[in-house]
């Protein structure tokens, strides 16, 4: 996030600089050398935007289906010990939260 953040102001401050420079009456080569830096911040504004974006979903928490109870089949899956821990507590946090289990459990965080 920082890294787009100063990439944003030196984008800014390369754009201010450029028009100055323009306003200025400054010769082709100067203008030109402002363009370049131009160029240059933006194609790195845009990269961190793309690495912060990337960064972001991979960062998303993952589903993993669960098969919990069968079409027409209550099963209690806390205090089965067939069924794996991370699945009893997950069941247990719905029952708590007085909702039913869904099979979607989400899994890393």
């Given at each position: 996030m920082t890294r787009v953040v100063l990439s944003w102001m030196d984008t800014c401050g390369v754009d201010a600089r450029y028009a100055q420079a323009v306003k200025d009456g400054?010769?082709?080569?100067?203008?030109?050398?402002?363009?370049?830096?131009?160029?240059?911040a933006h194609r790195q504004f845009l990269a961190a935007c793309k690495t912060l974006a990337?960064?972001?979903?991979?960062?998303?928490?993952?589903?993993?289906?669960?098969?919990?109870?069968?079409?027409a089949q209550s099963h209690s899956l806390v205090g089965d010990p067939s069924v794996p821990g991370w699945v009893q507590a997950a069941a247990h946090r719905c029952?708590?939260?007085?909702?039913?289990?869904?099979?979607r459990i989400a899994v890393g965080g």
């Open positions: 400054a010769s082709w080569e100067r203008i030109r050398e402002y363009s370049r830096w131009q160029d240059r990337q960064v972001r979903r991979l960062l998303k928490p993952t589903f993993a289906q669960a098969n919990i109870a069968g079409p029952a708590r939260k007085g909702r039913p289990p869904t099979g």
